[in-house]
């Protein structure tokens, strides 16, 4: 049984950081692909950043790049995302998962449907 659970969420002010945990049971978490998503009410969930199983490639959408960096640590089975910059408009739940049989990332943007095994997010509200 897969088990995906997000940690590290909480409130902040605009300007200010927080660094989010992701700890994945019951599968082989280094022939994975992770990625981090976001949700904010009333919008669709969105991909925010790919890292490969060697870490050696790293993707970010355009809203997060330069302020957000994602690491993983196999040893731990731990997946992380480090956010700076904080902005009111990164207020959202926040989700982690593991790409479908795939150890990269896709060249071509991160893709909701391409992943599964889903926690069930921590939530990330920064004020103005």
């Known amino acids: 049984q897969v088990q995906v659970v997000e940690s590290g969420g909480g409130l902040v002010q605009a300007g200010g950081s927080l660094n989010l945990s992701c700890t994945v049971s019951g599968l082989y978490f280094y022939n994975y692909a992770m990625g981090w998503f976001r949700q904010a009410p009333g919008k669709e969930r969105e991909g925010l950043s790919c890292?490969?199983?060697?870490?050696?490639?790293?993707s970010y959408a355009d809203s997060v790049k330069g302020r957000f960096t994602i690491s993983r640590d196999t040893r731990k089975n731990t997946l992380y995302f480090e956010m700076n910059s904080l902005k009111p408009e990164d207020t959202a739940m926040y989700y982690c998962a593991a790409r479908r049989a795939a150890a990269s990332c896709s060249s071509s943007g991160i893709s909701v449907s391409d992943f599964a095994y889903w926690g069930q997010g921590t939530q990330v509200t920064v004020s103005s």
């Open positions: 890292i490969s199983w060697t870490s050696h490639s790293k």
